[in-house]
């Protein structure tokens, strides 16, 4: 649970909000998401149909809505083009020398989650895994406790069982306290099984390419170039579900140049950050690095909360380098999301 060091966050107008994403699993769990998958949303699809279709279960949109923070604020509504977290649990190979601890530290983010990962895989905690054996590795749901929550309710609603309430009181190390409003809690996910469908998507997900034929490309960034205004002013003016719906529409749209890649991320980890749902802004300033590989963070010019978000999310990826932040001074950083600064070279 997010507490002190495992920090508490609490959002701009009293609203505390889970990341997702995707999973994922960040600042209190540096391990990444065992093998959660990208989709990207079509054309008249629901979150009931796509958890039918990968999962054989519509009950299971409740886990689609949590990773990736869709009860964000009002609640943010998917729109074709929306990239979407799909939480699957991860495989291992034990390697020599390994065990259950030094797993949970490695796949879980703290070796006292071993326990978790031993009866994820049907063992005894004090009986190693062996050589070569292949474990099941649970995915880390992030969710934000809400009114009237508890340990209780929280395993029965994901976990089927209010028993379970003690494991996730050892797995987020509660030490028996209850749970607040805006407490994030990690809930380890095993019973996540795929339909051949779902595999069929989770294979192909790496290899995910948009393909858009001739033309098309051309008038994806002339109506971008419109939308990009609209968008801006959407985060400026504080309507940021909308900036996250037109932002994601948007990179839905077709192919956009890098410039209006970057733009459009920018918007959405400024909305993300306005609405505390930390995980996707992790993602989006990820992509926005990608996108900018120029990019330098200022602590003067940029809420705490966007340079905390990019700093994190190196942790995501390798693909881009990390962005360069610039040491803060002793003067308080405004709270409100801001344009950061480019470096002198290679900068728009």
Same mark, same amino acid.
């Given at each position: ?35 959660? &998958?990208?989709?990207? @949303? /079509?054309?008249?699809?629901?979150? !009931? ?7 054989? /279960?519509?009950?299971? %949109? ?56 031993? &009866?994820?895989?049907? =063992? ?9 054996? #292949? ?22 609603? &994901? ?10 009181? /050892? ?5 028996? #306290? ?5 407490? @994030?809690?990690?809930?380890?996910? $095993? ?20 393909? #858009?034929?001739?033309?098309? !490309?051309?008038? =994806?960034?002339?109506?971008? %170039?419109? %939308?990009?205004? +609209? ?13 996250? $719906? ?13 410039? +209006?890649?970057? +733009?459009?991320?920018?918007?959405? @980890? ?11 802004? #992790? ?17 003067? %010019? ?26 803060? @001074? ?19």
């Amino acid at each position: 649970m997010l507490r002190q060091g495992l920090g508490r966050r609490h959002g701009p107008w009293g609203i505390t909000l889970a990341c997702v994403a995707t999973t994922l699993a960040l600042t209190l769990a540096p391990a990444r998401p065992a093998d959660a &998958f990208p989709h990207v @949303v /079509r054309s008249g699809e629901t979150l !009931a149909q796509i958890a039918e279709r990968v999962y054989g /279960r519509v009950e299971m %949109e409740q886990i689609l809505v949590a990773a990736n923070s869709l009860d964000a604020g009002r609640g943010l509504s998917i729109v074709p083009g929306m990239r979407l977290e799909i939480p699957s649990v991860g495989h291992h190979r034990v390697t020599a020398g390994e065990t259950w601890t030094s797993l949970a530290d490695t796949l879980l983010g703290h070796p006292e989650r071993s326990d978790v990962l031993a &009866f994820a895989n049907e =063992a005894k905690p004090w009986i190693q895994p062996t050589e070569g054996q #292949e474990i099941r590795v649970p995915y880390n749901l992030r969710y934000v406790a809400g009114p009237g929550d508890s340990t209780l309710t929280v395993a029965y609603r &994901f976990l089927g069982q209010r028993d379970k309430a003690w494991m996730l009181d /050892r797995y987020n190390r509660l030490g028996g #306290e209850s749970l607040q409003r805006g407490d @994030v809690v990690l809930v380890p996910l $095993t019973e996540l099984e795929l339909t051949a469908e779902g595999k069929a998507l989770a294979a192909s997900a790496g290899a995910l390419v948009r393909s #858009e034929g001739a033309g098309q !490309a051309r008038e =994806a960034q002339r109506r971008a %170039e419109v %939308e990009l205004p +609209q968008l801006a002013a959407d985060v400026r003016n504080g309507r940021y579900v909308d900036a996250v $719906t037109r932002g994601n529409r948007l990179l839905g749209s077709g192919d956009l140049s890098r410039t +209006q890649l970057a +733009q459009i991320q920018q918007r959405l @980890v400024e909305a993300y950050v306005a609405l505390d749902a930390q995980g996707l802004a #992790e993602t989006a300033c990820l992509a926005w690095r990608e996108a900018d590989p120029s990019l330098v963070l200022d602590p003067i %010019e940029l809420s705490p909360k966007i340079v905390r978000a990019c700093t994190n999310a190196s942790t995501l990826g390798a693909a881009a380098p990390p962005a360069a932040v610039i040491p803060s @001074v002793p003067a308080s950083a405004s709270a409100a999301p801001s344009s950061p600064r480019r470096s002198p070279v290679g900068g728009r």
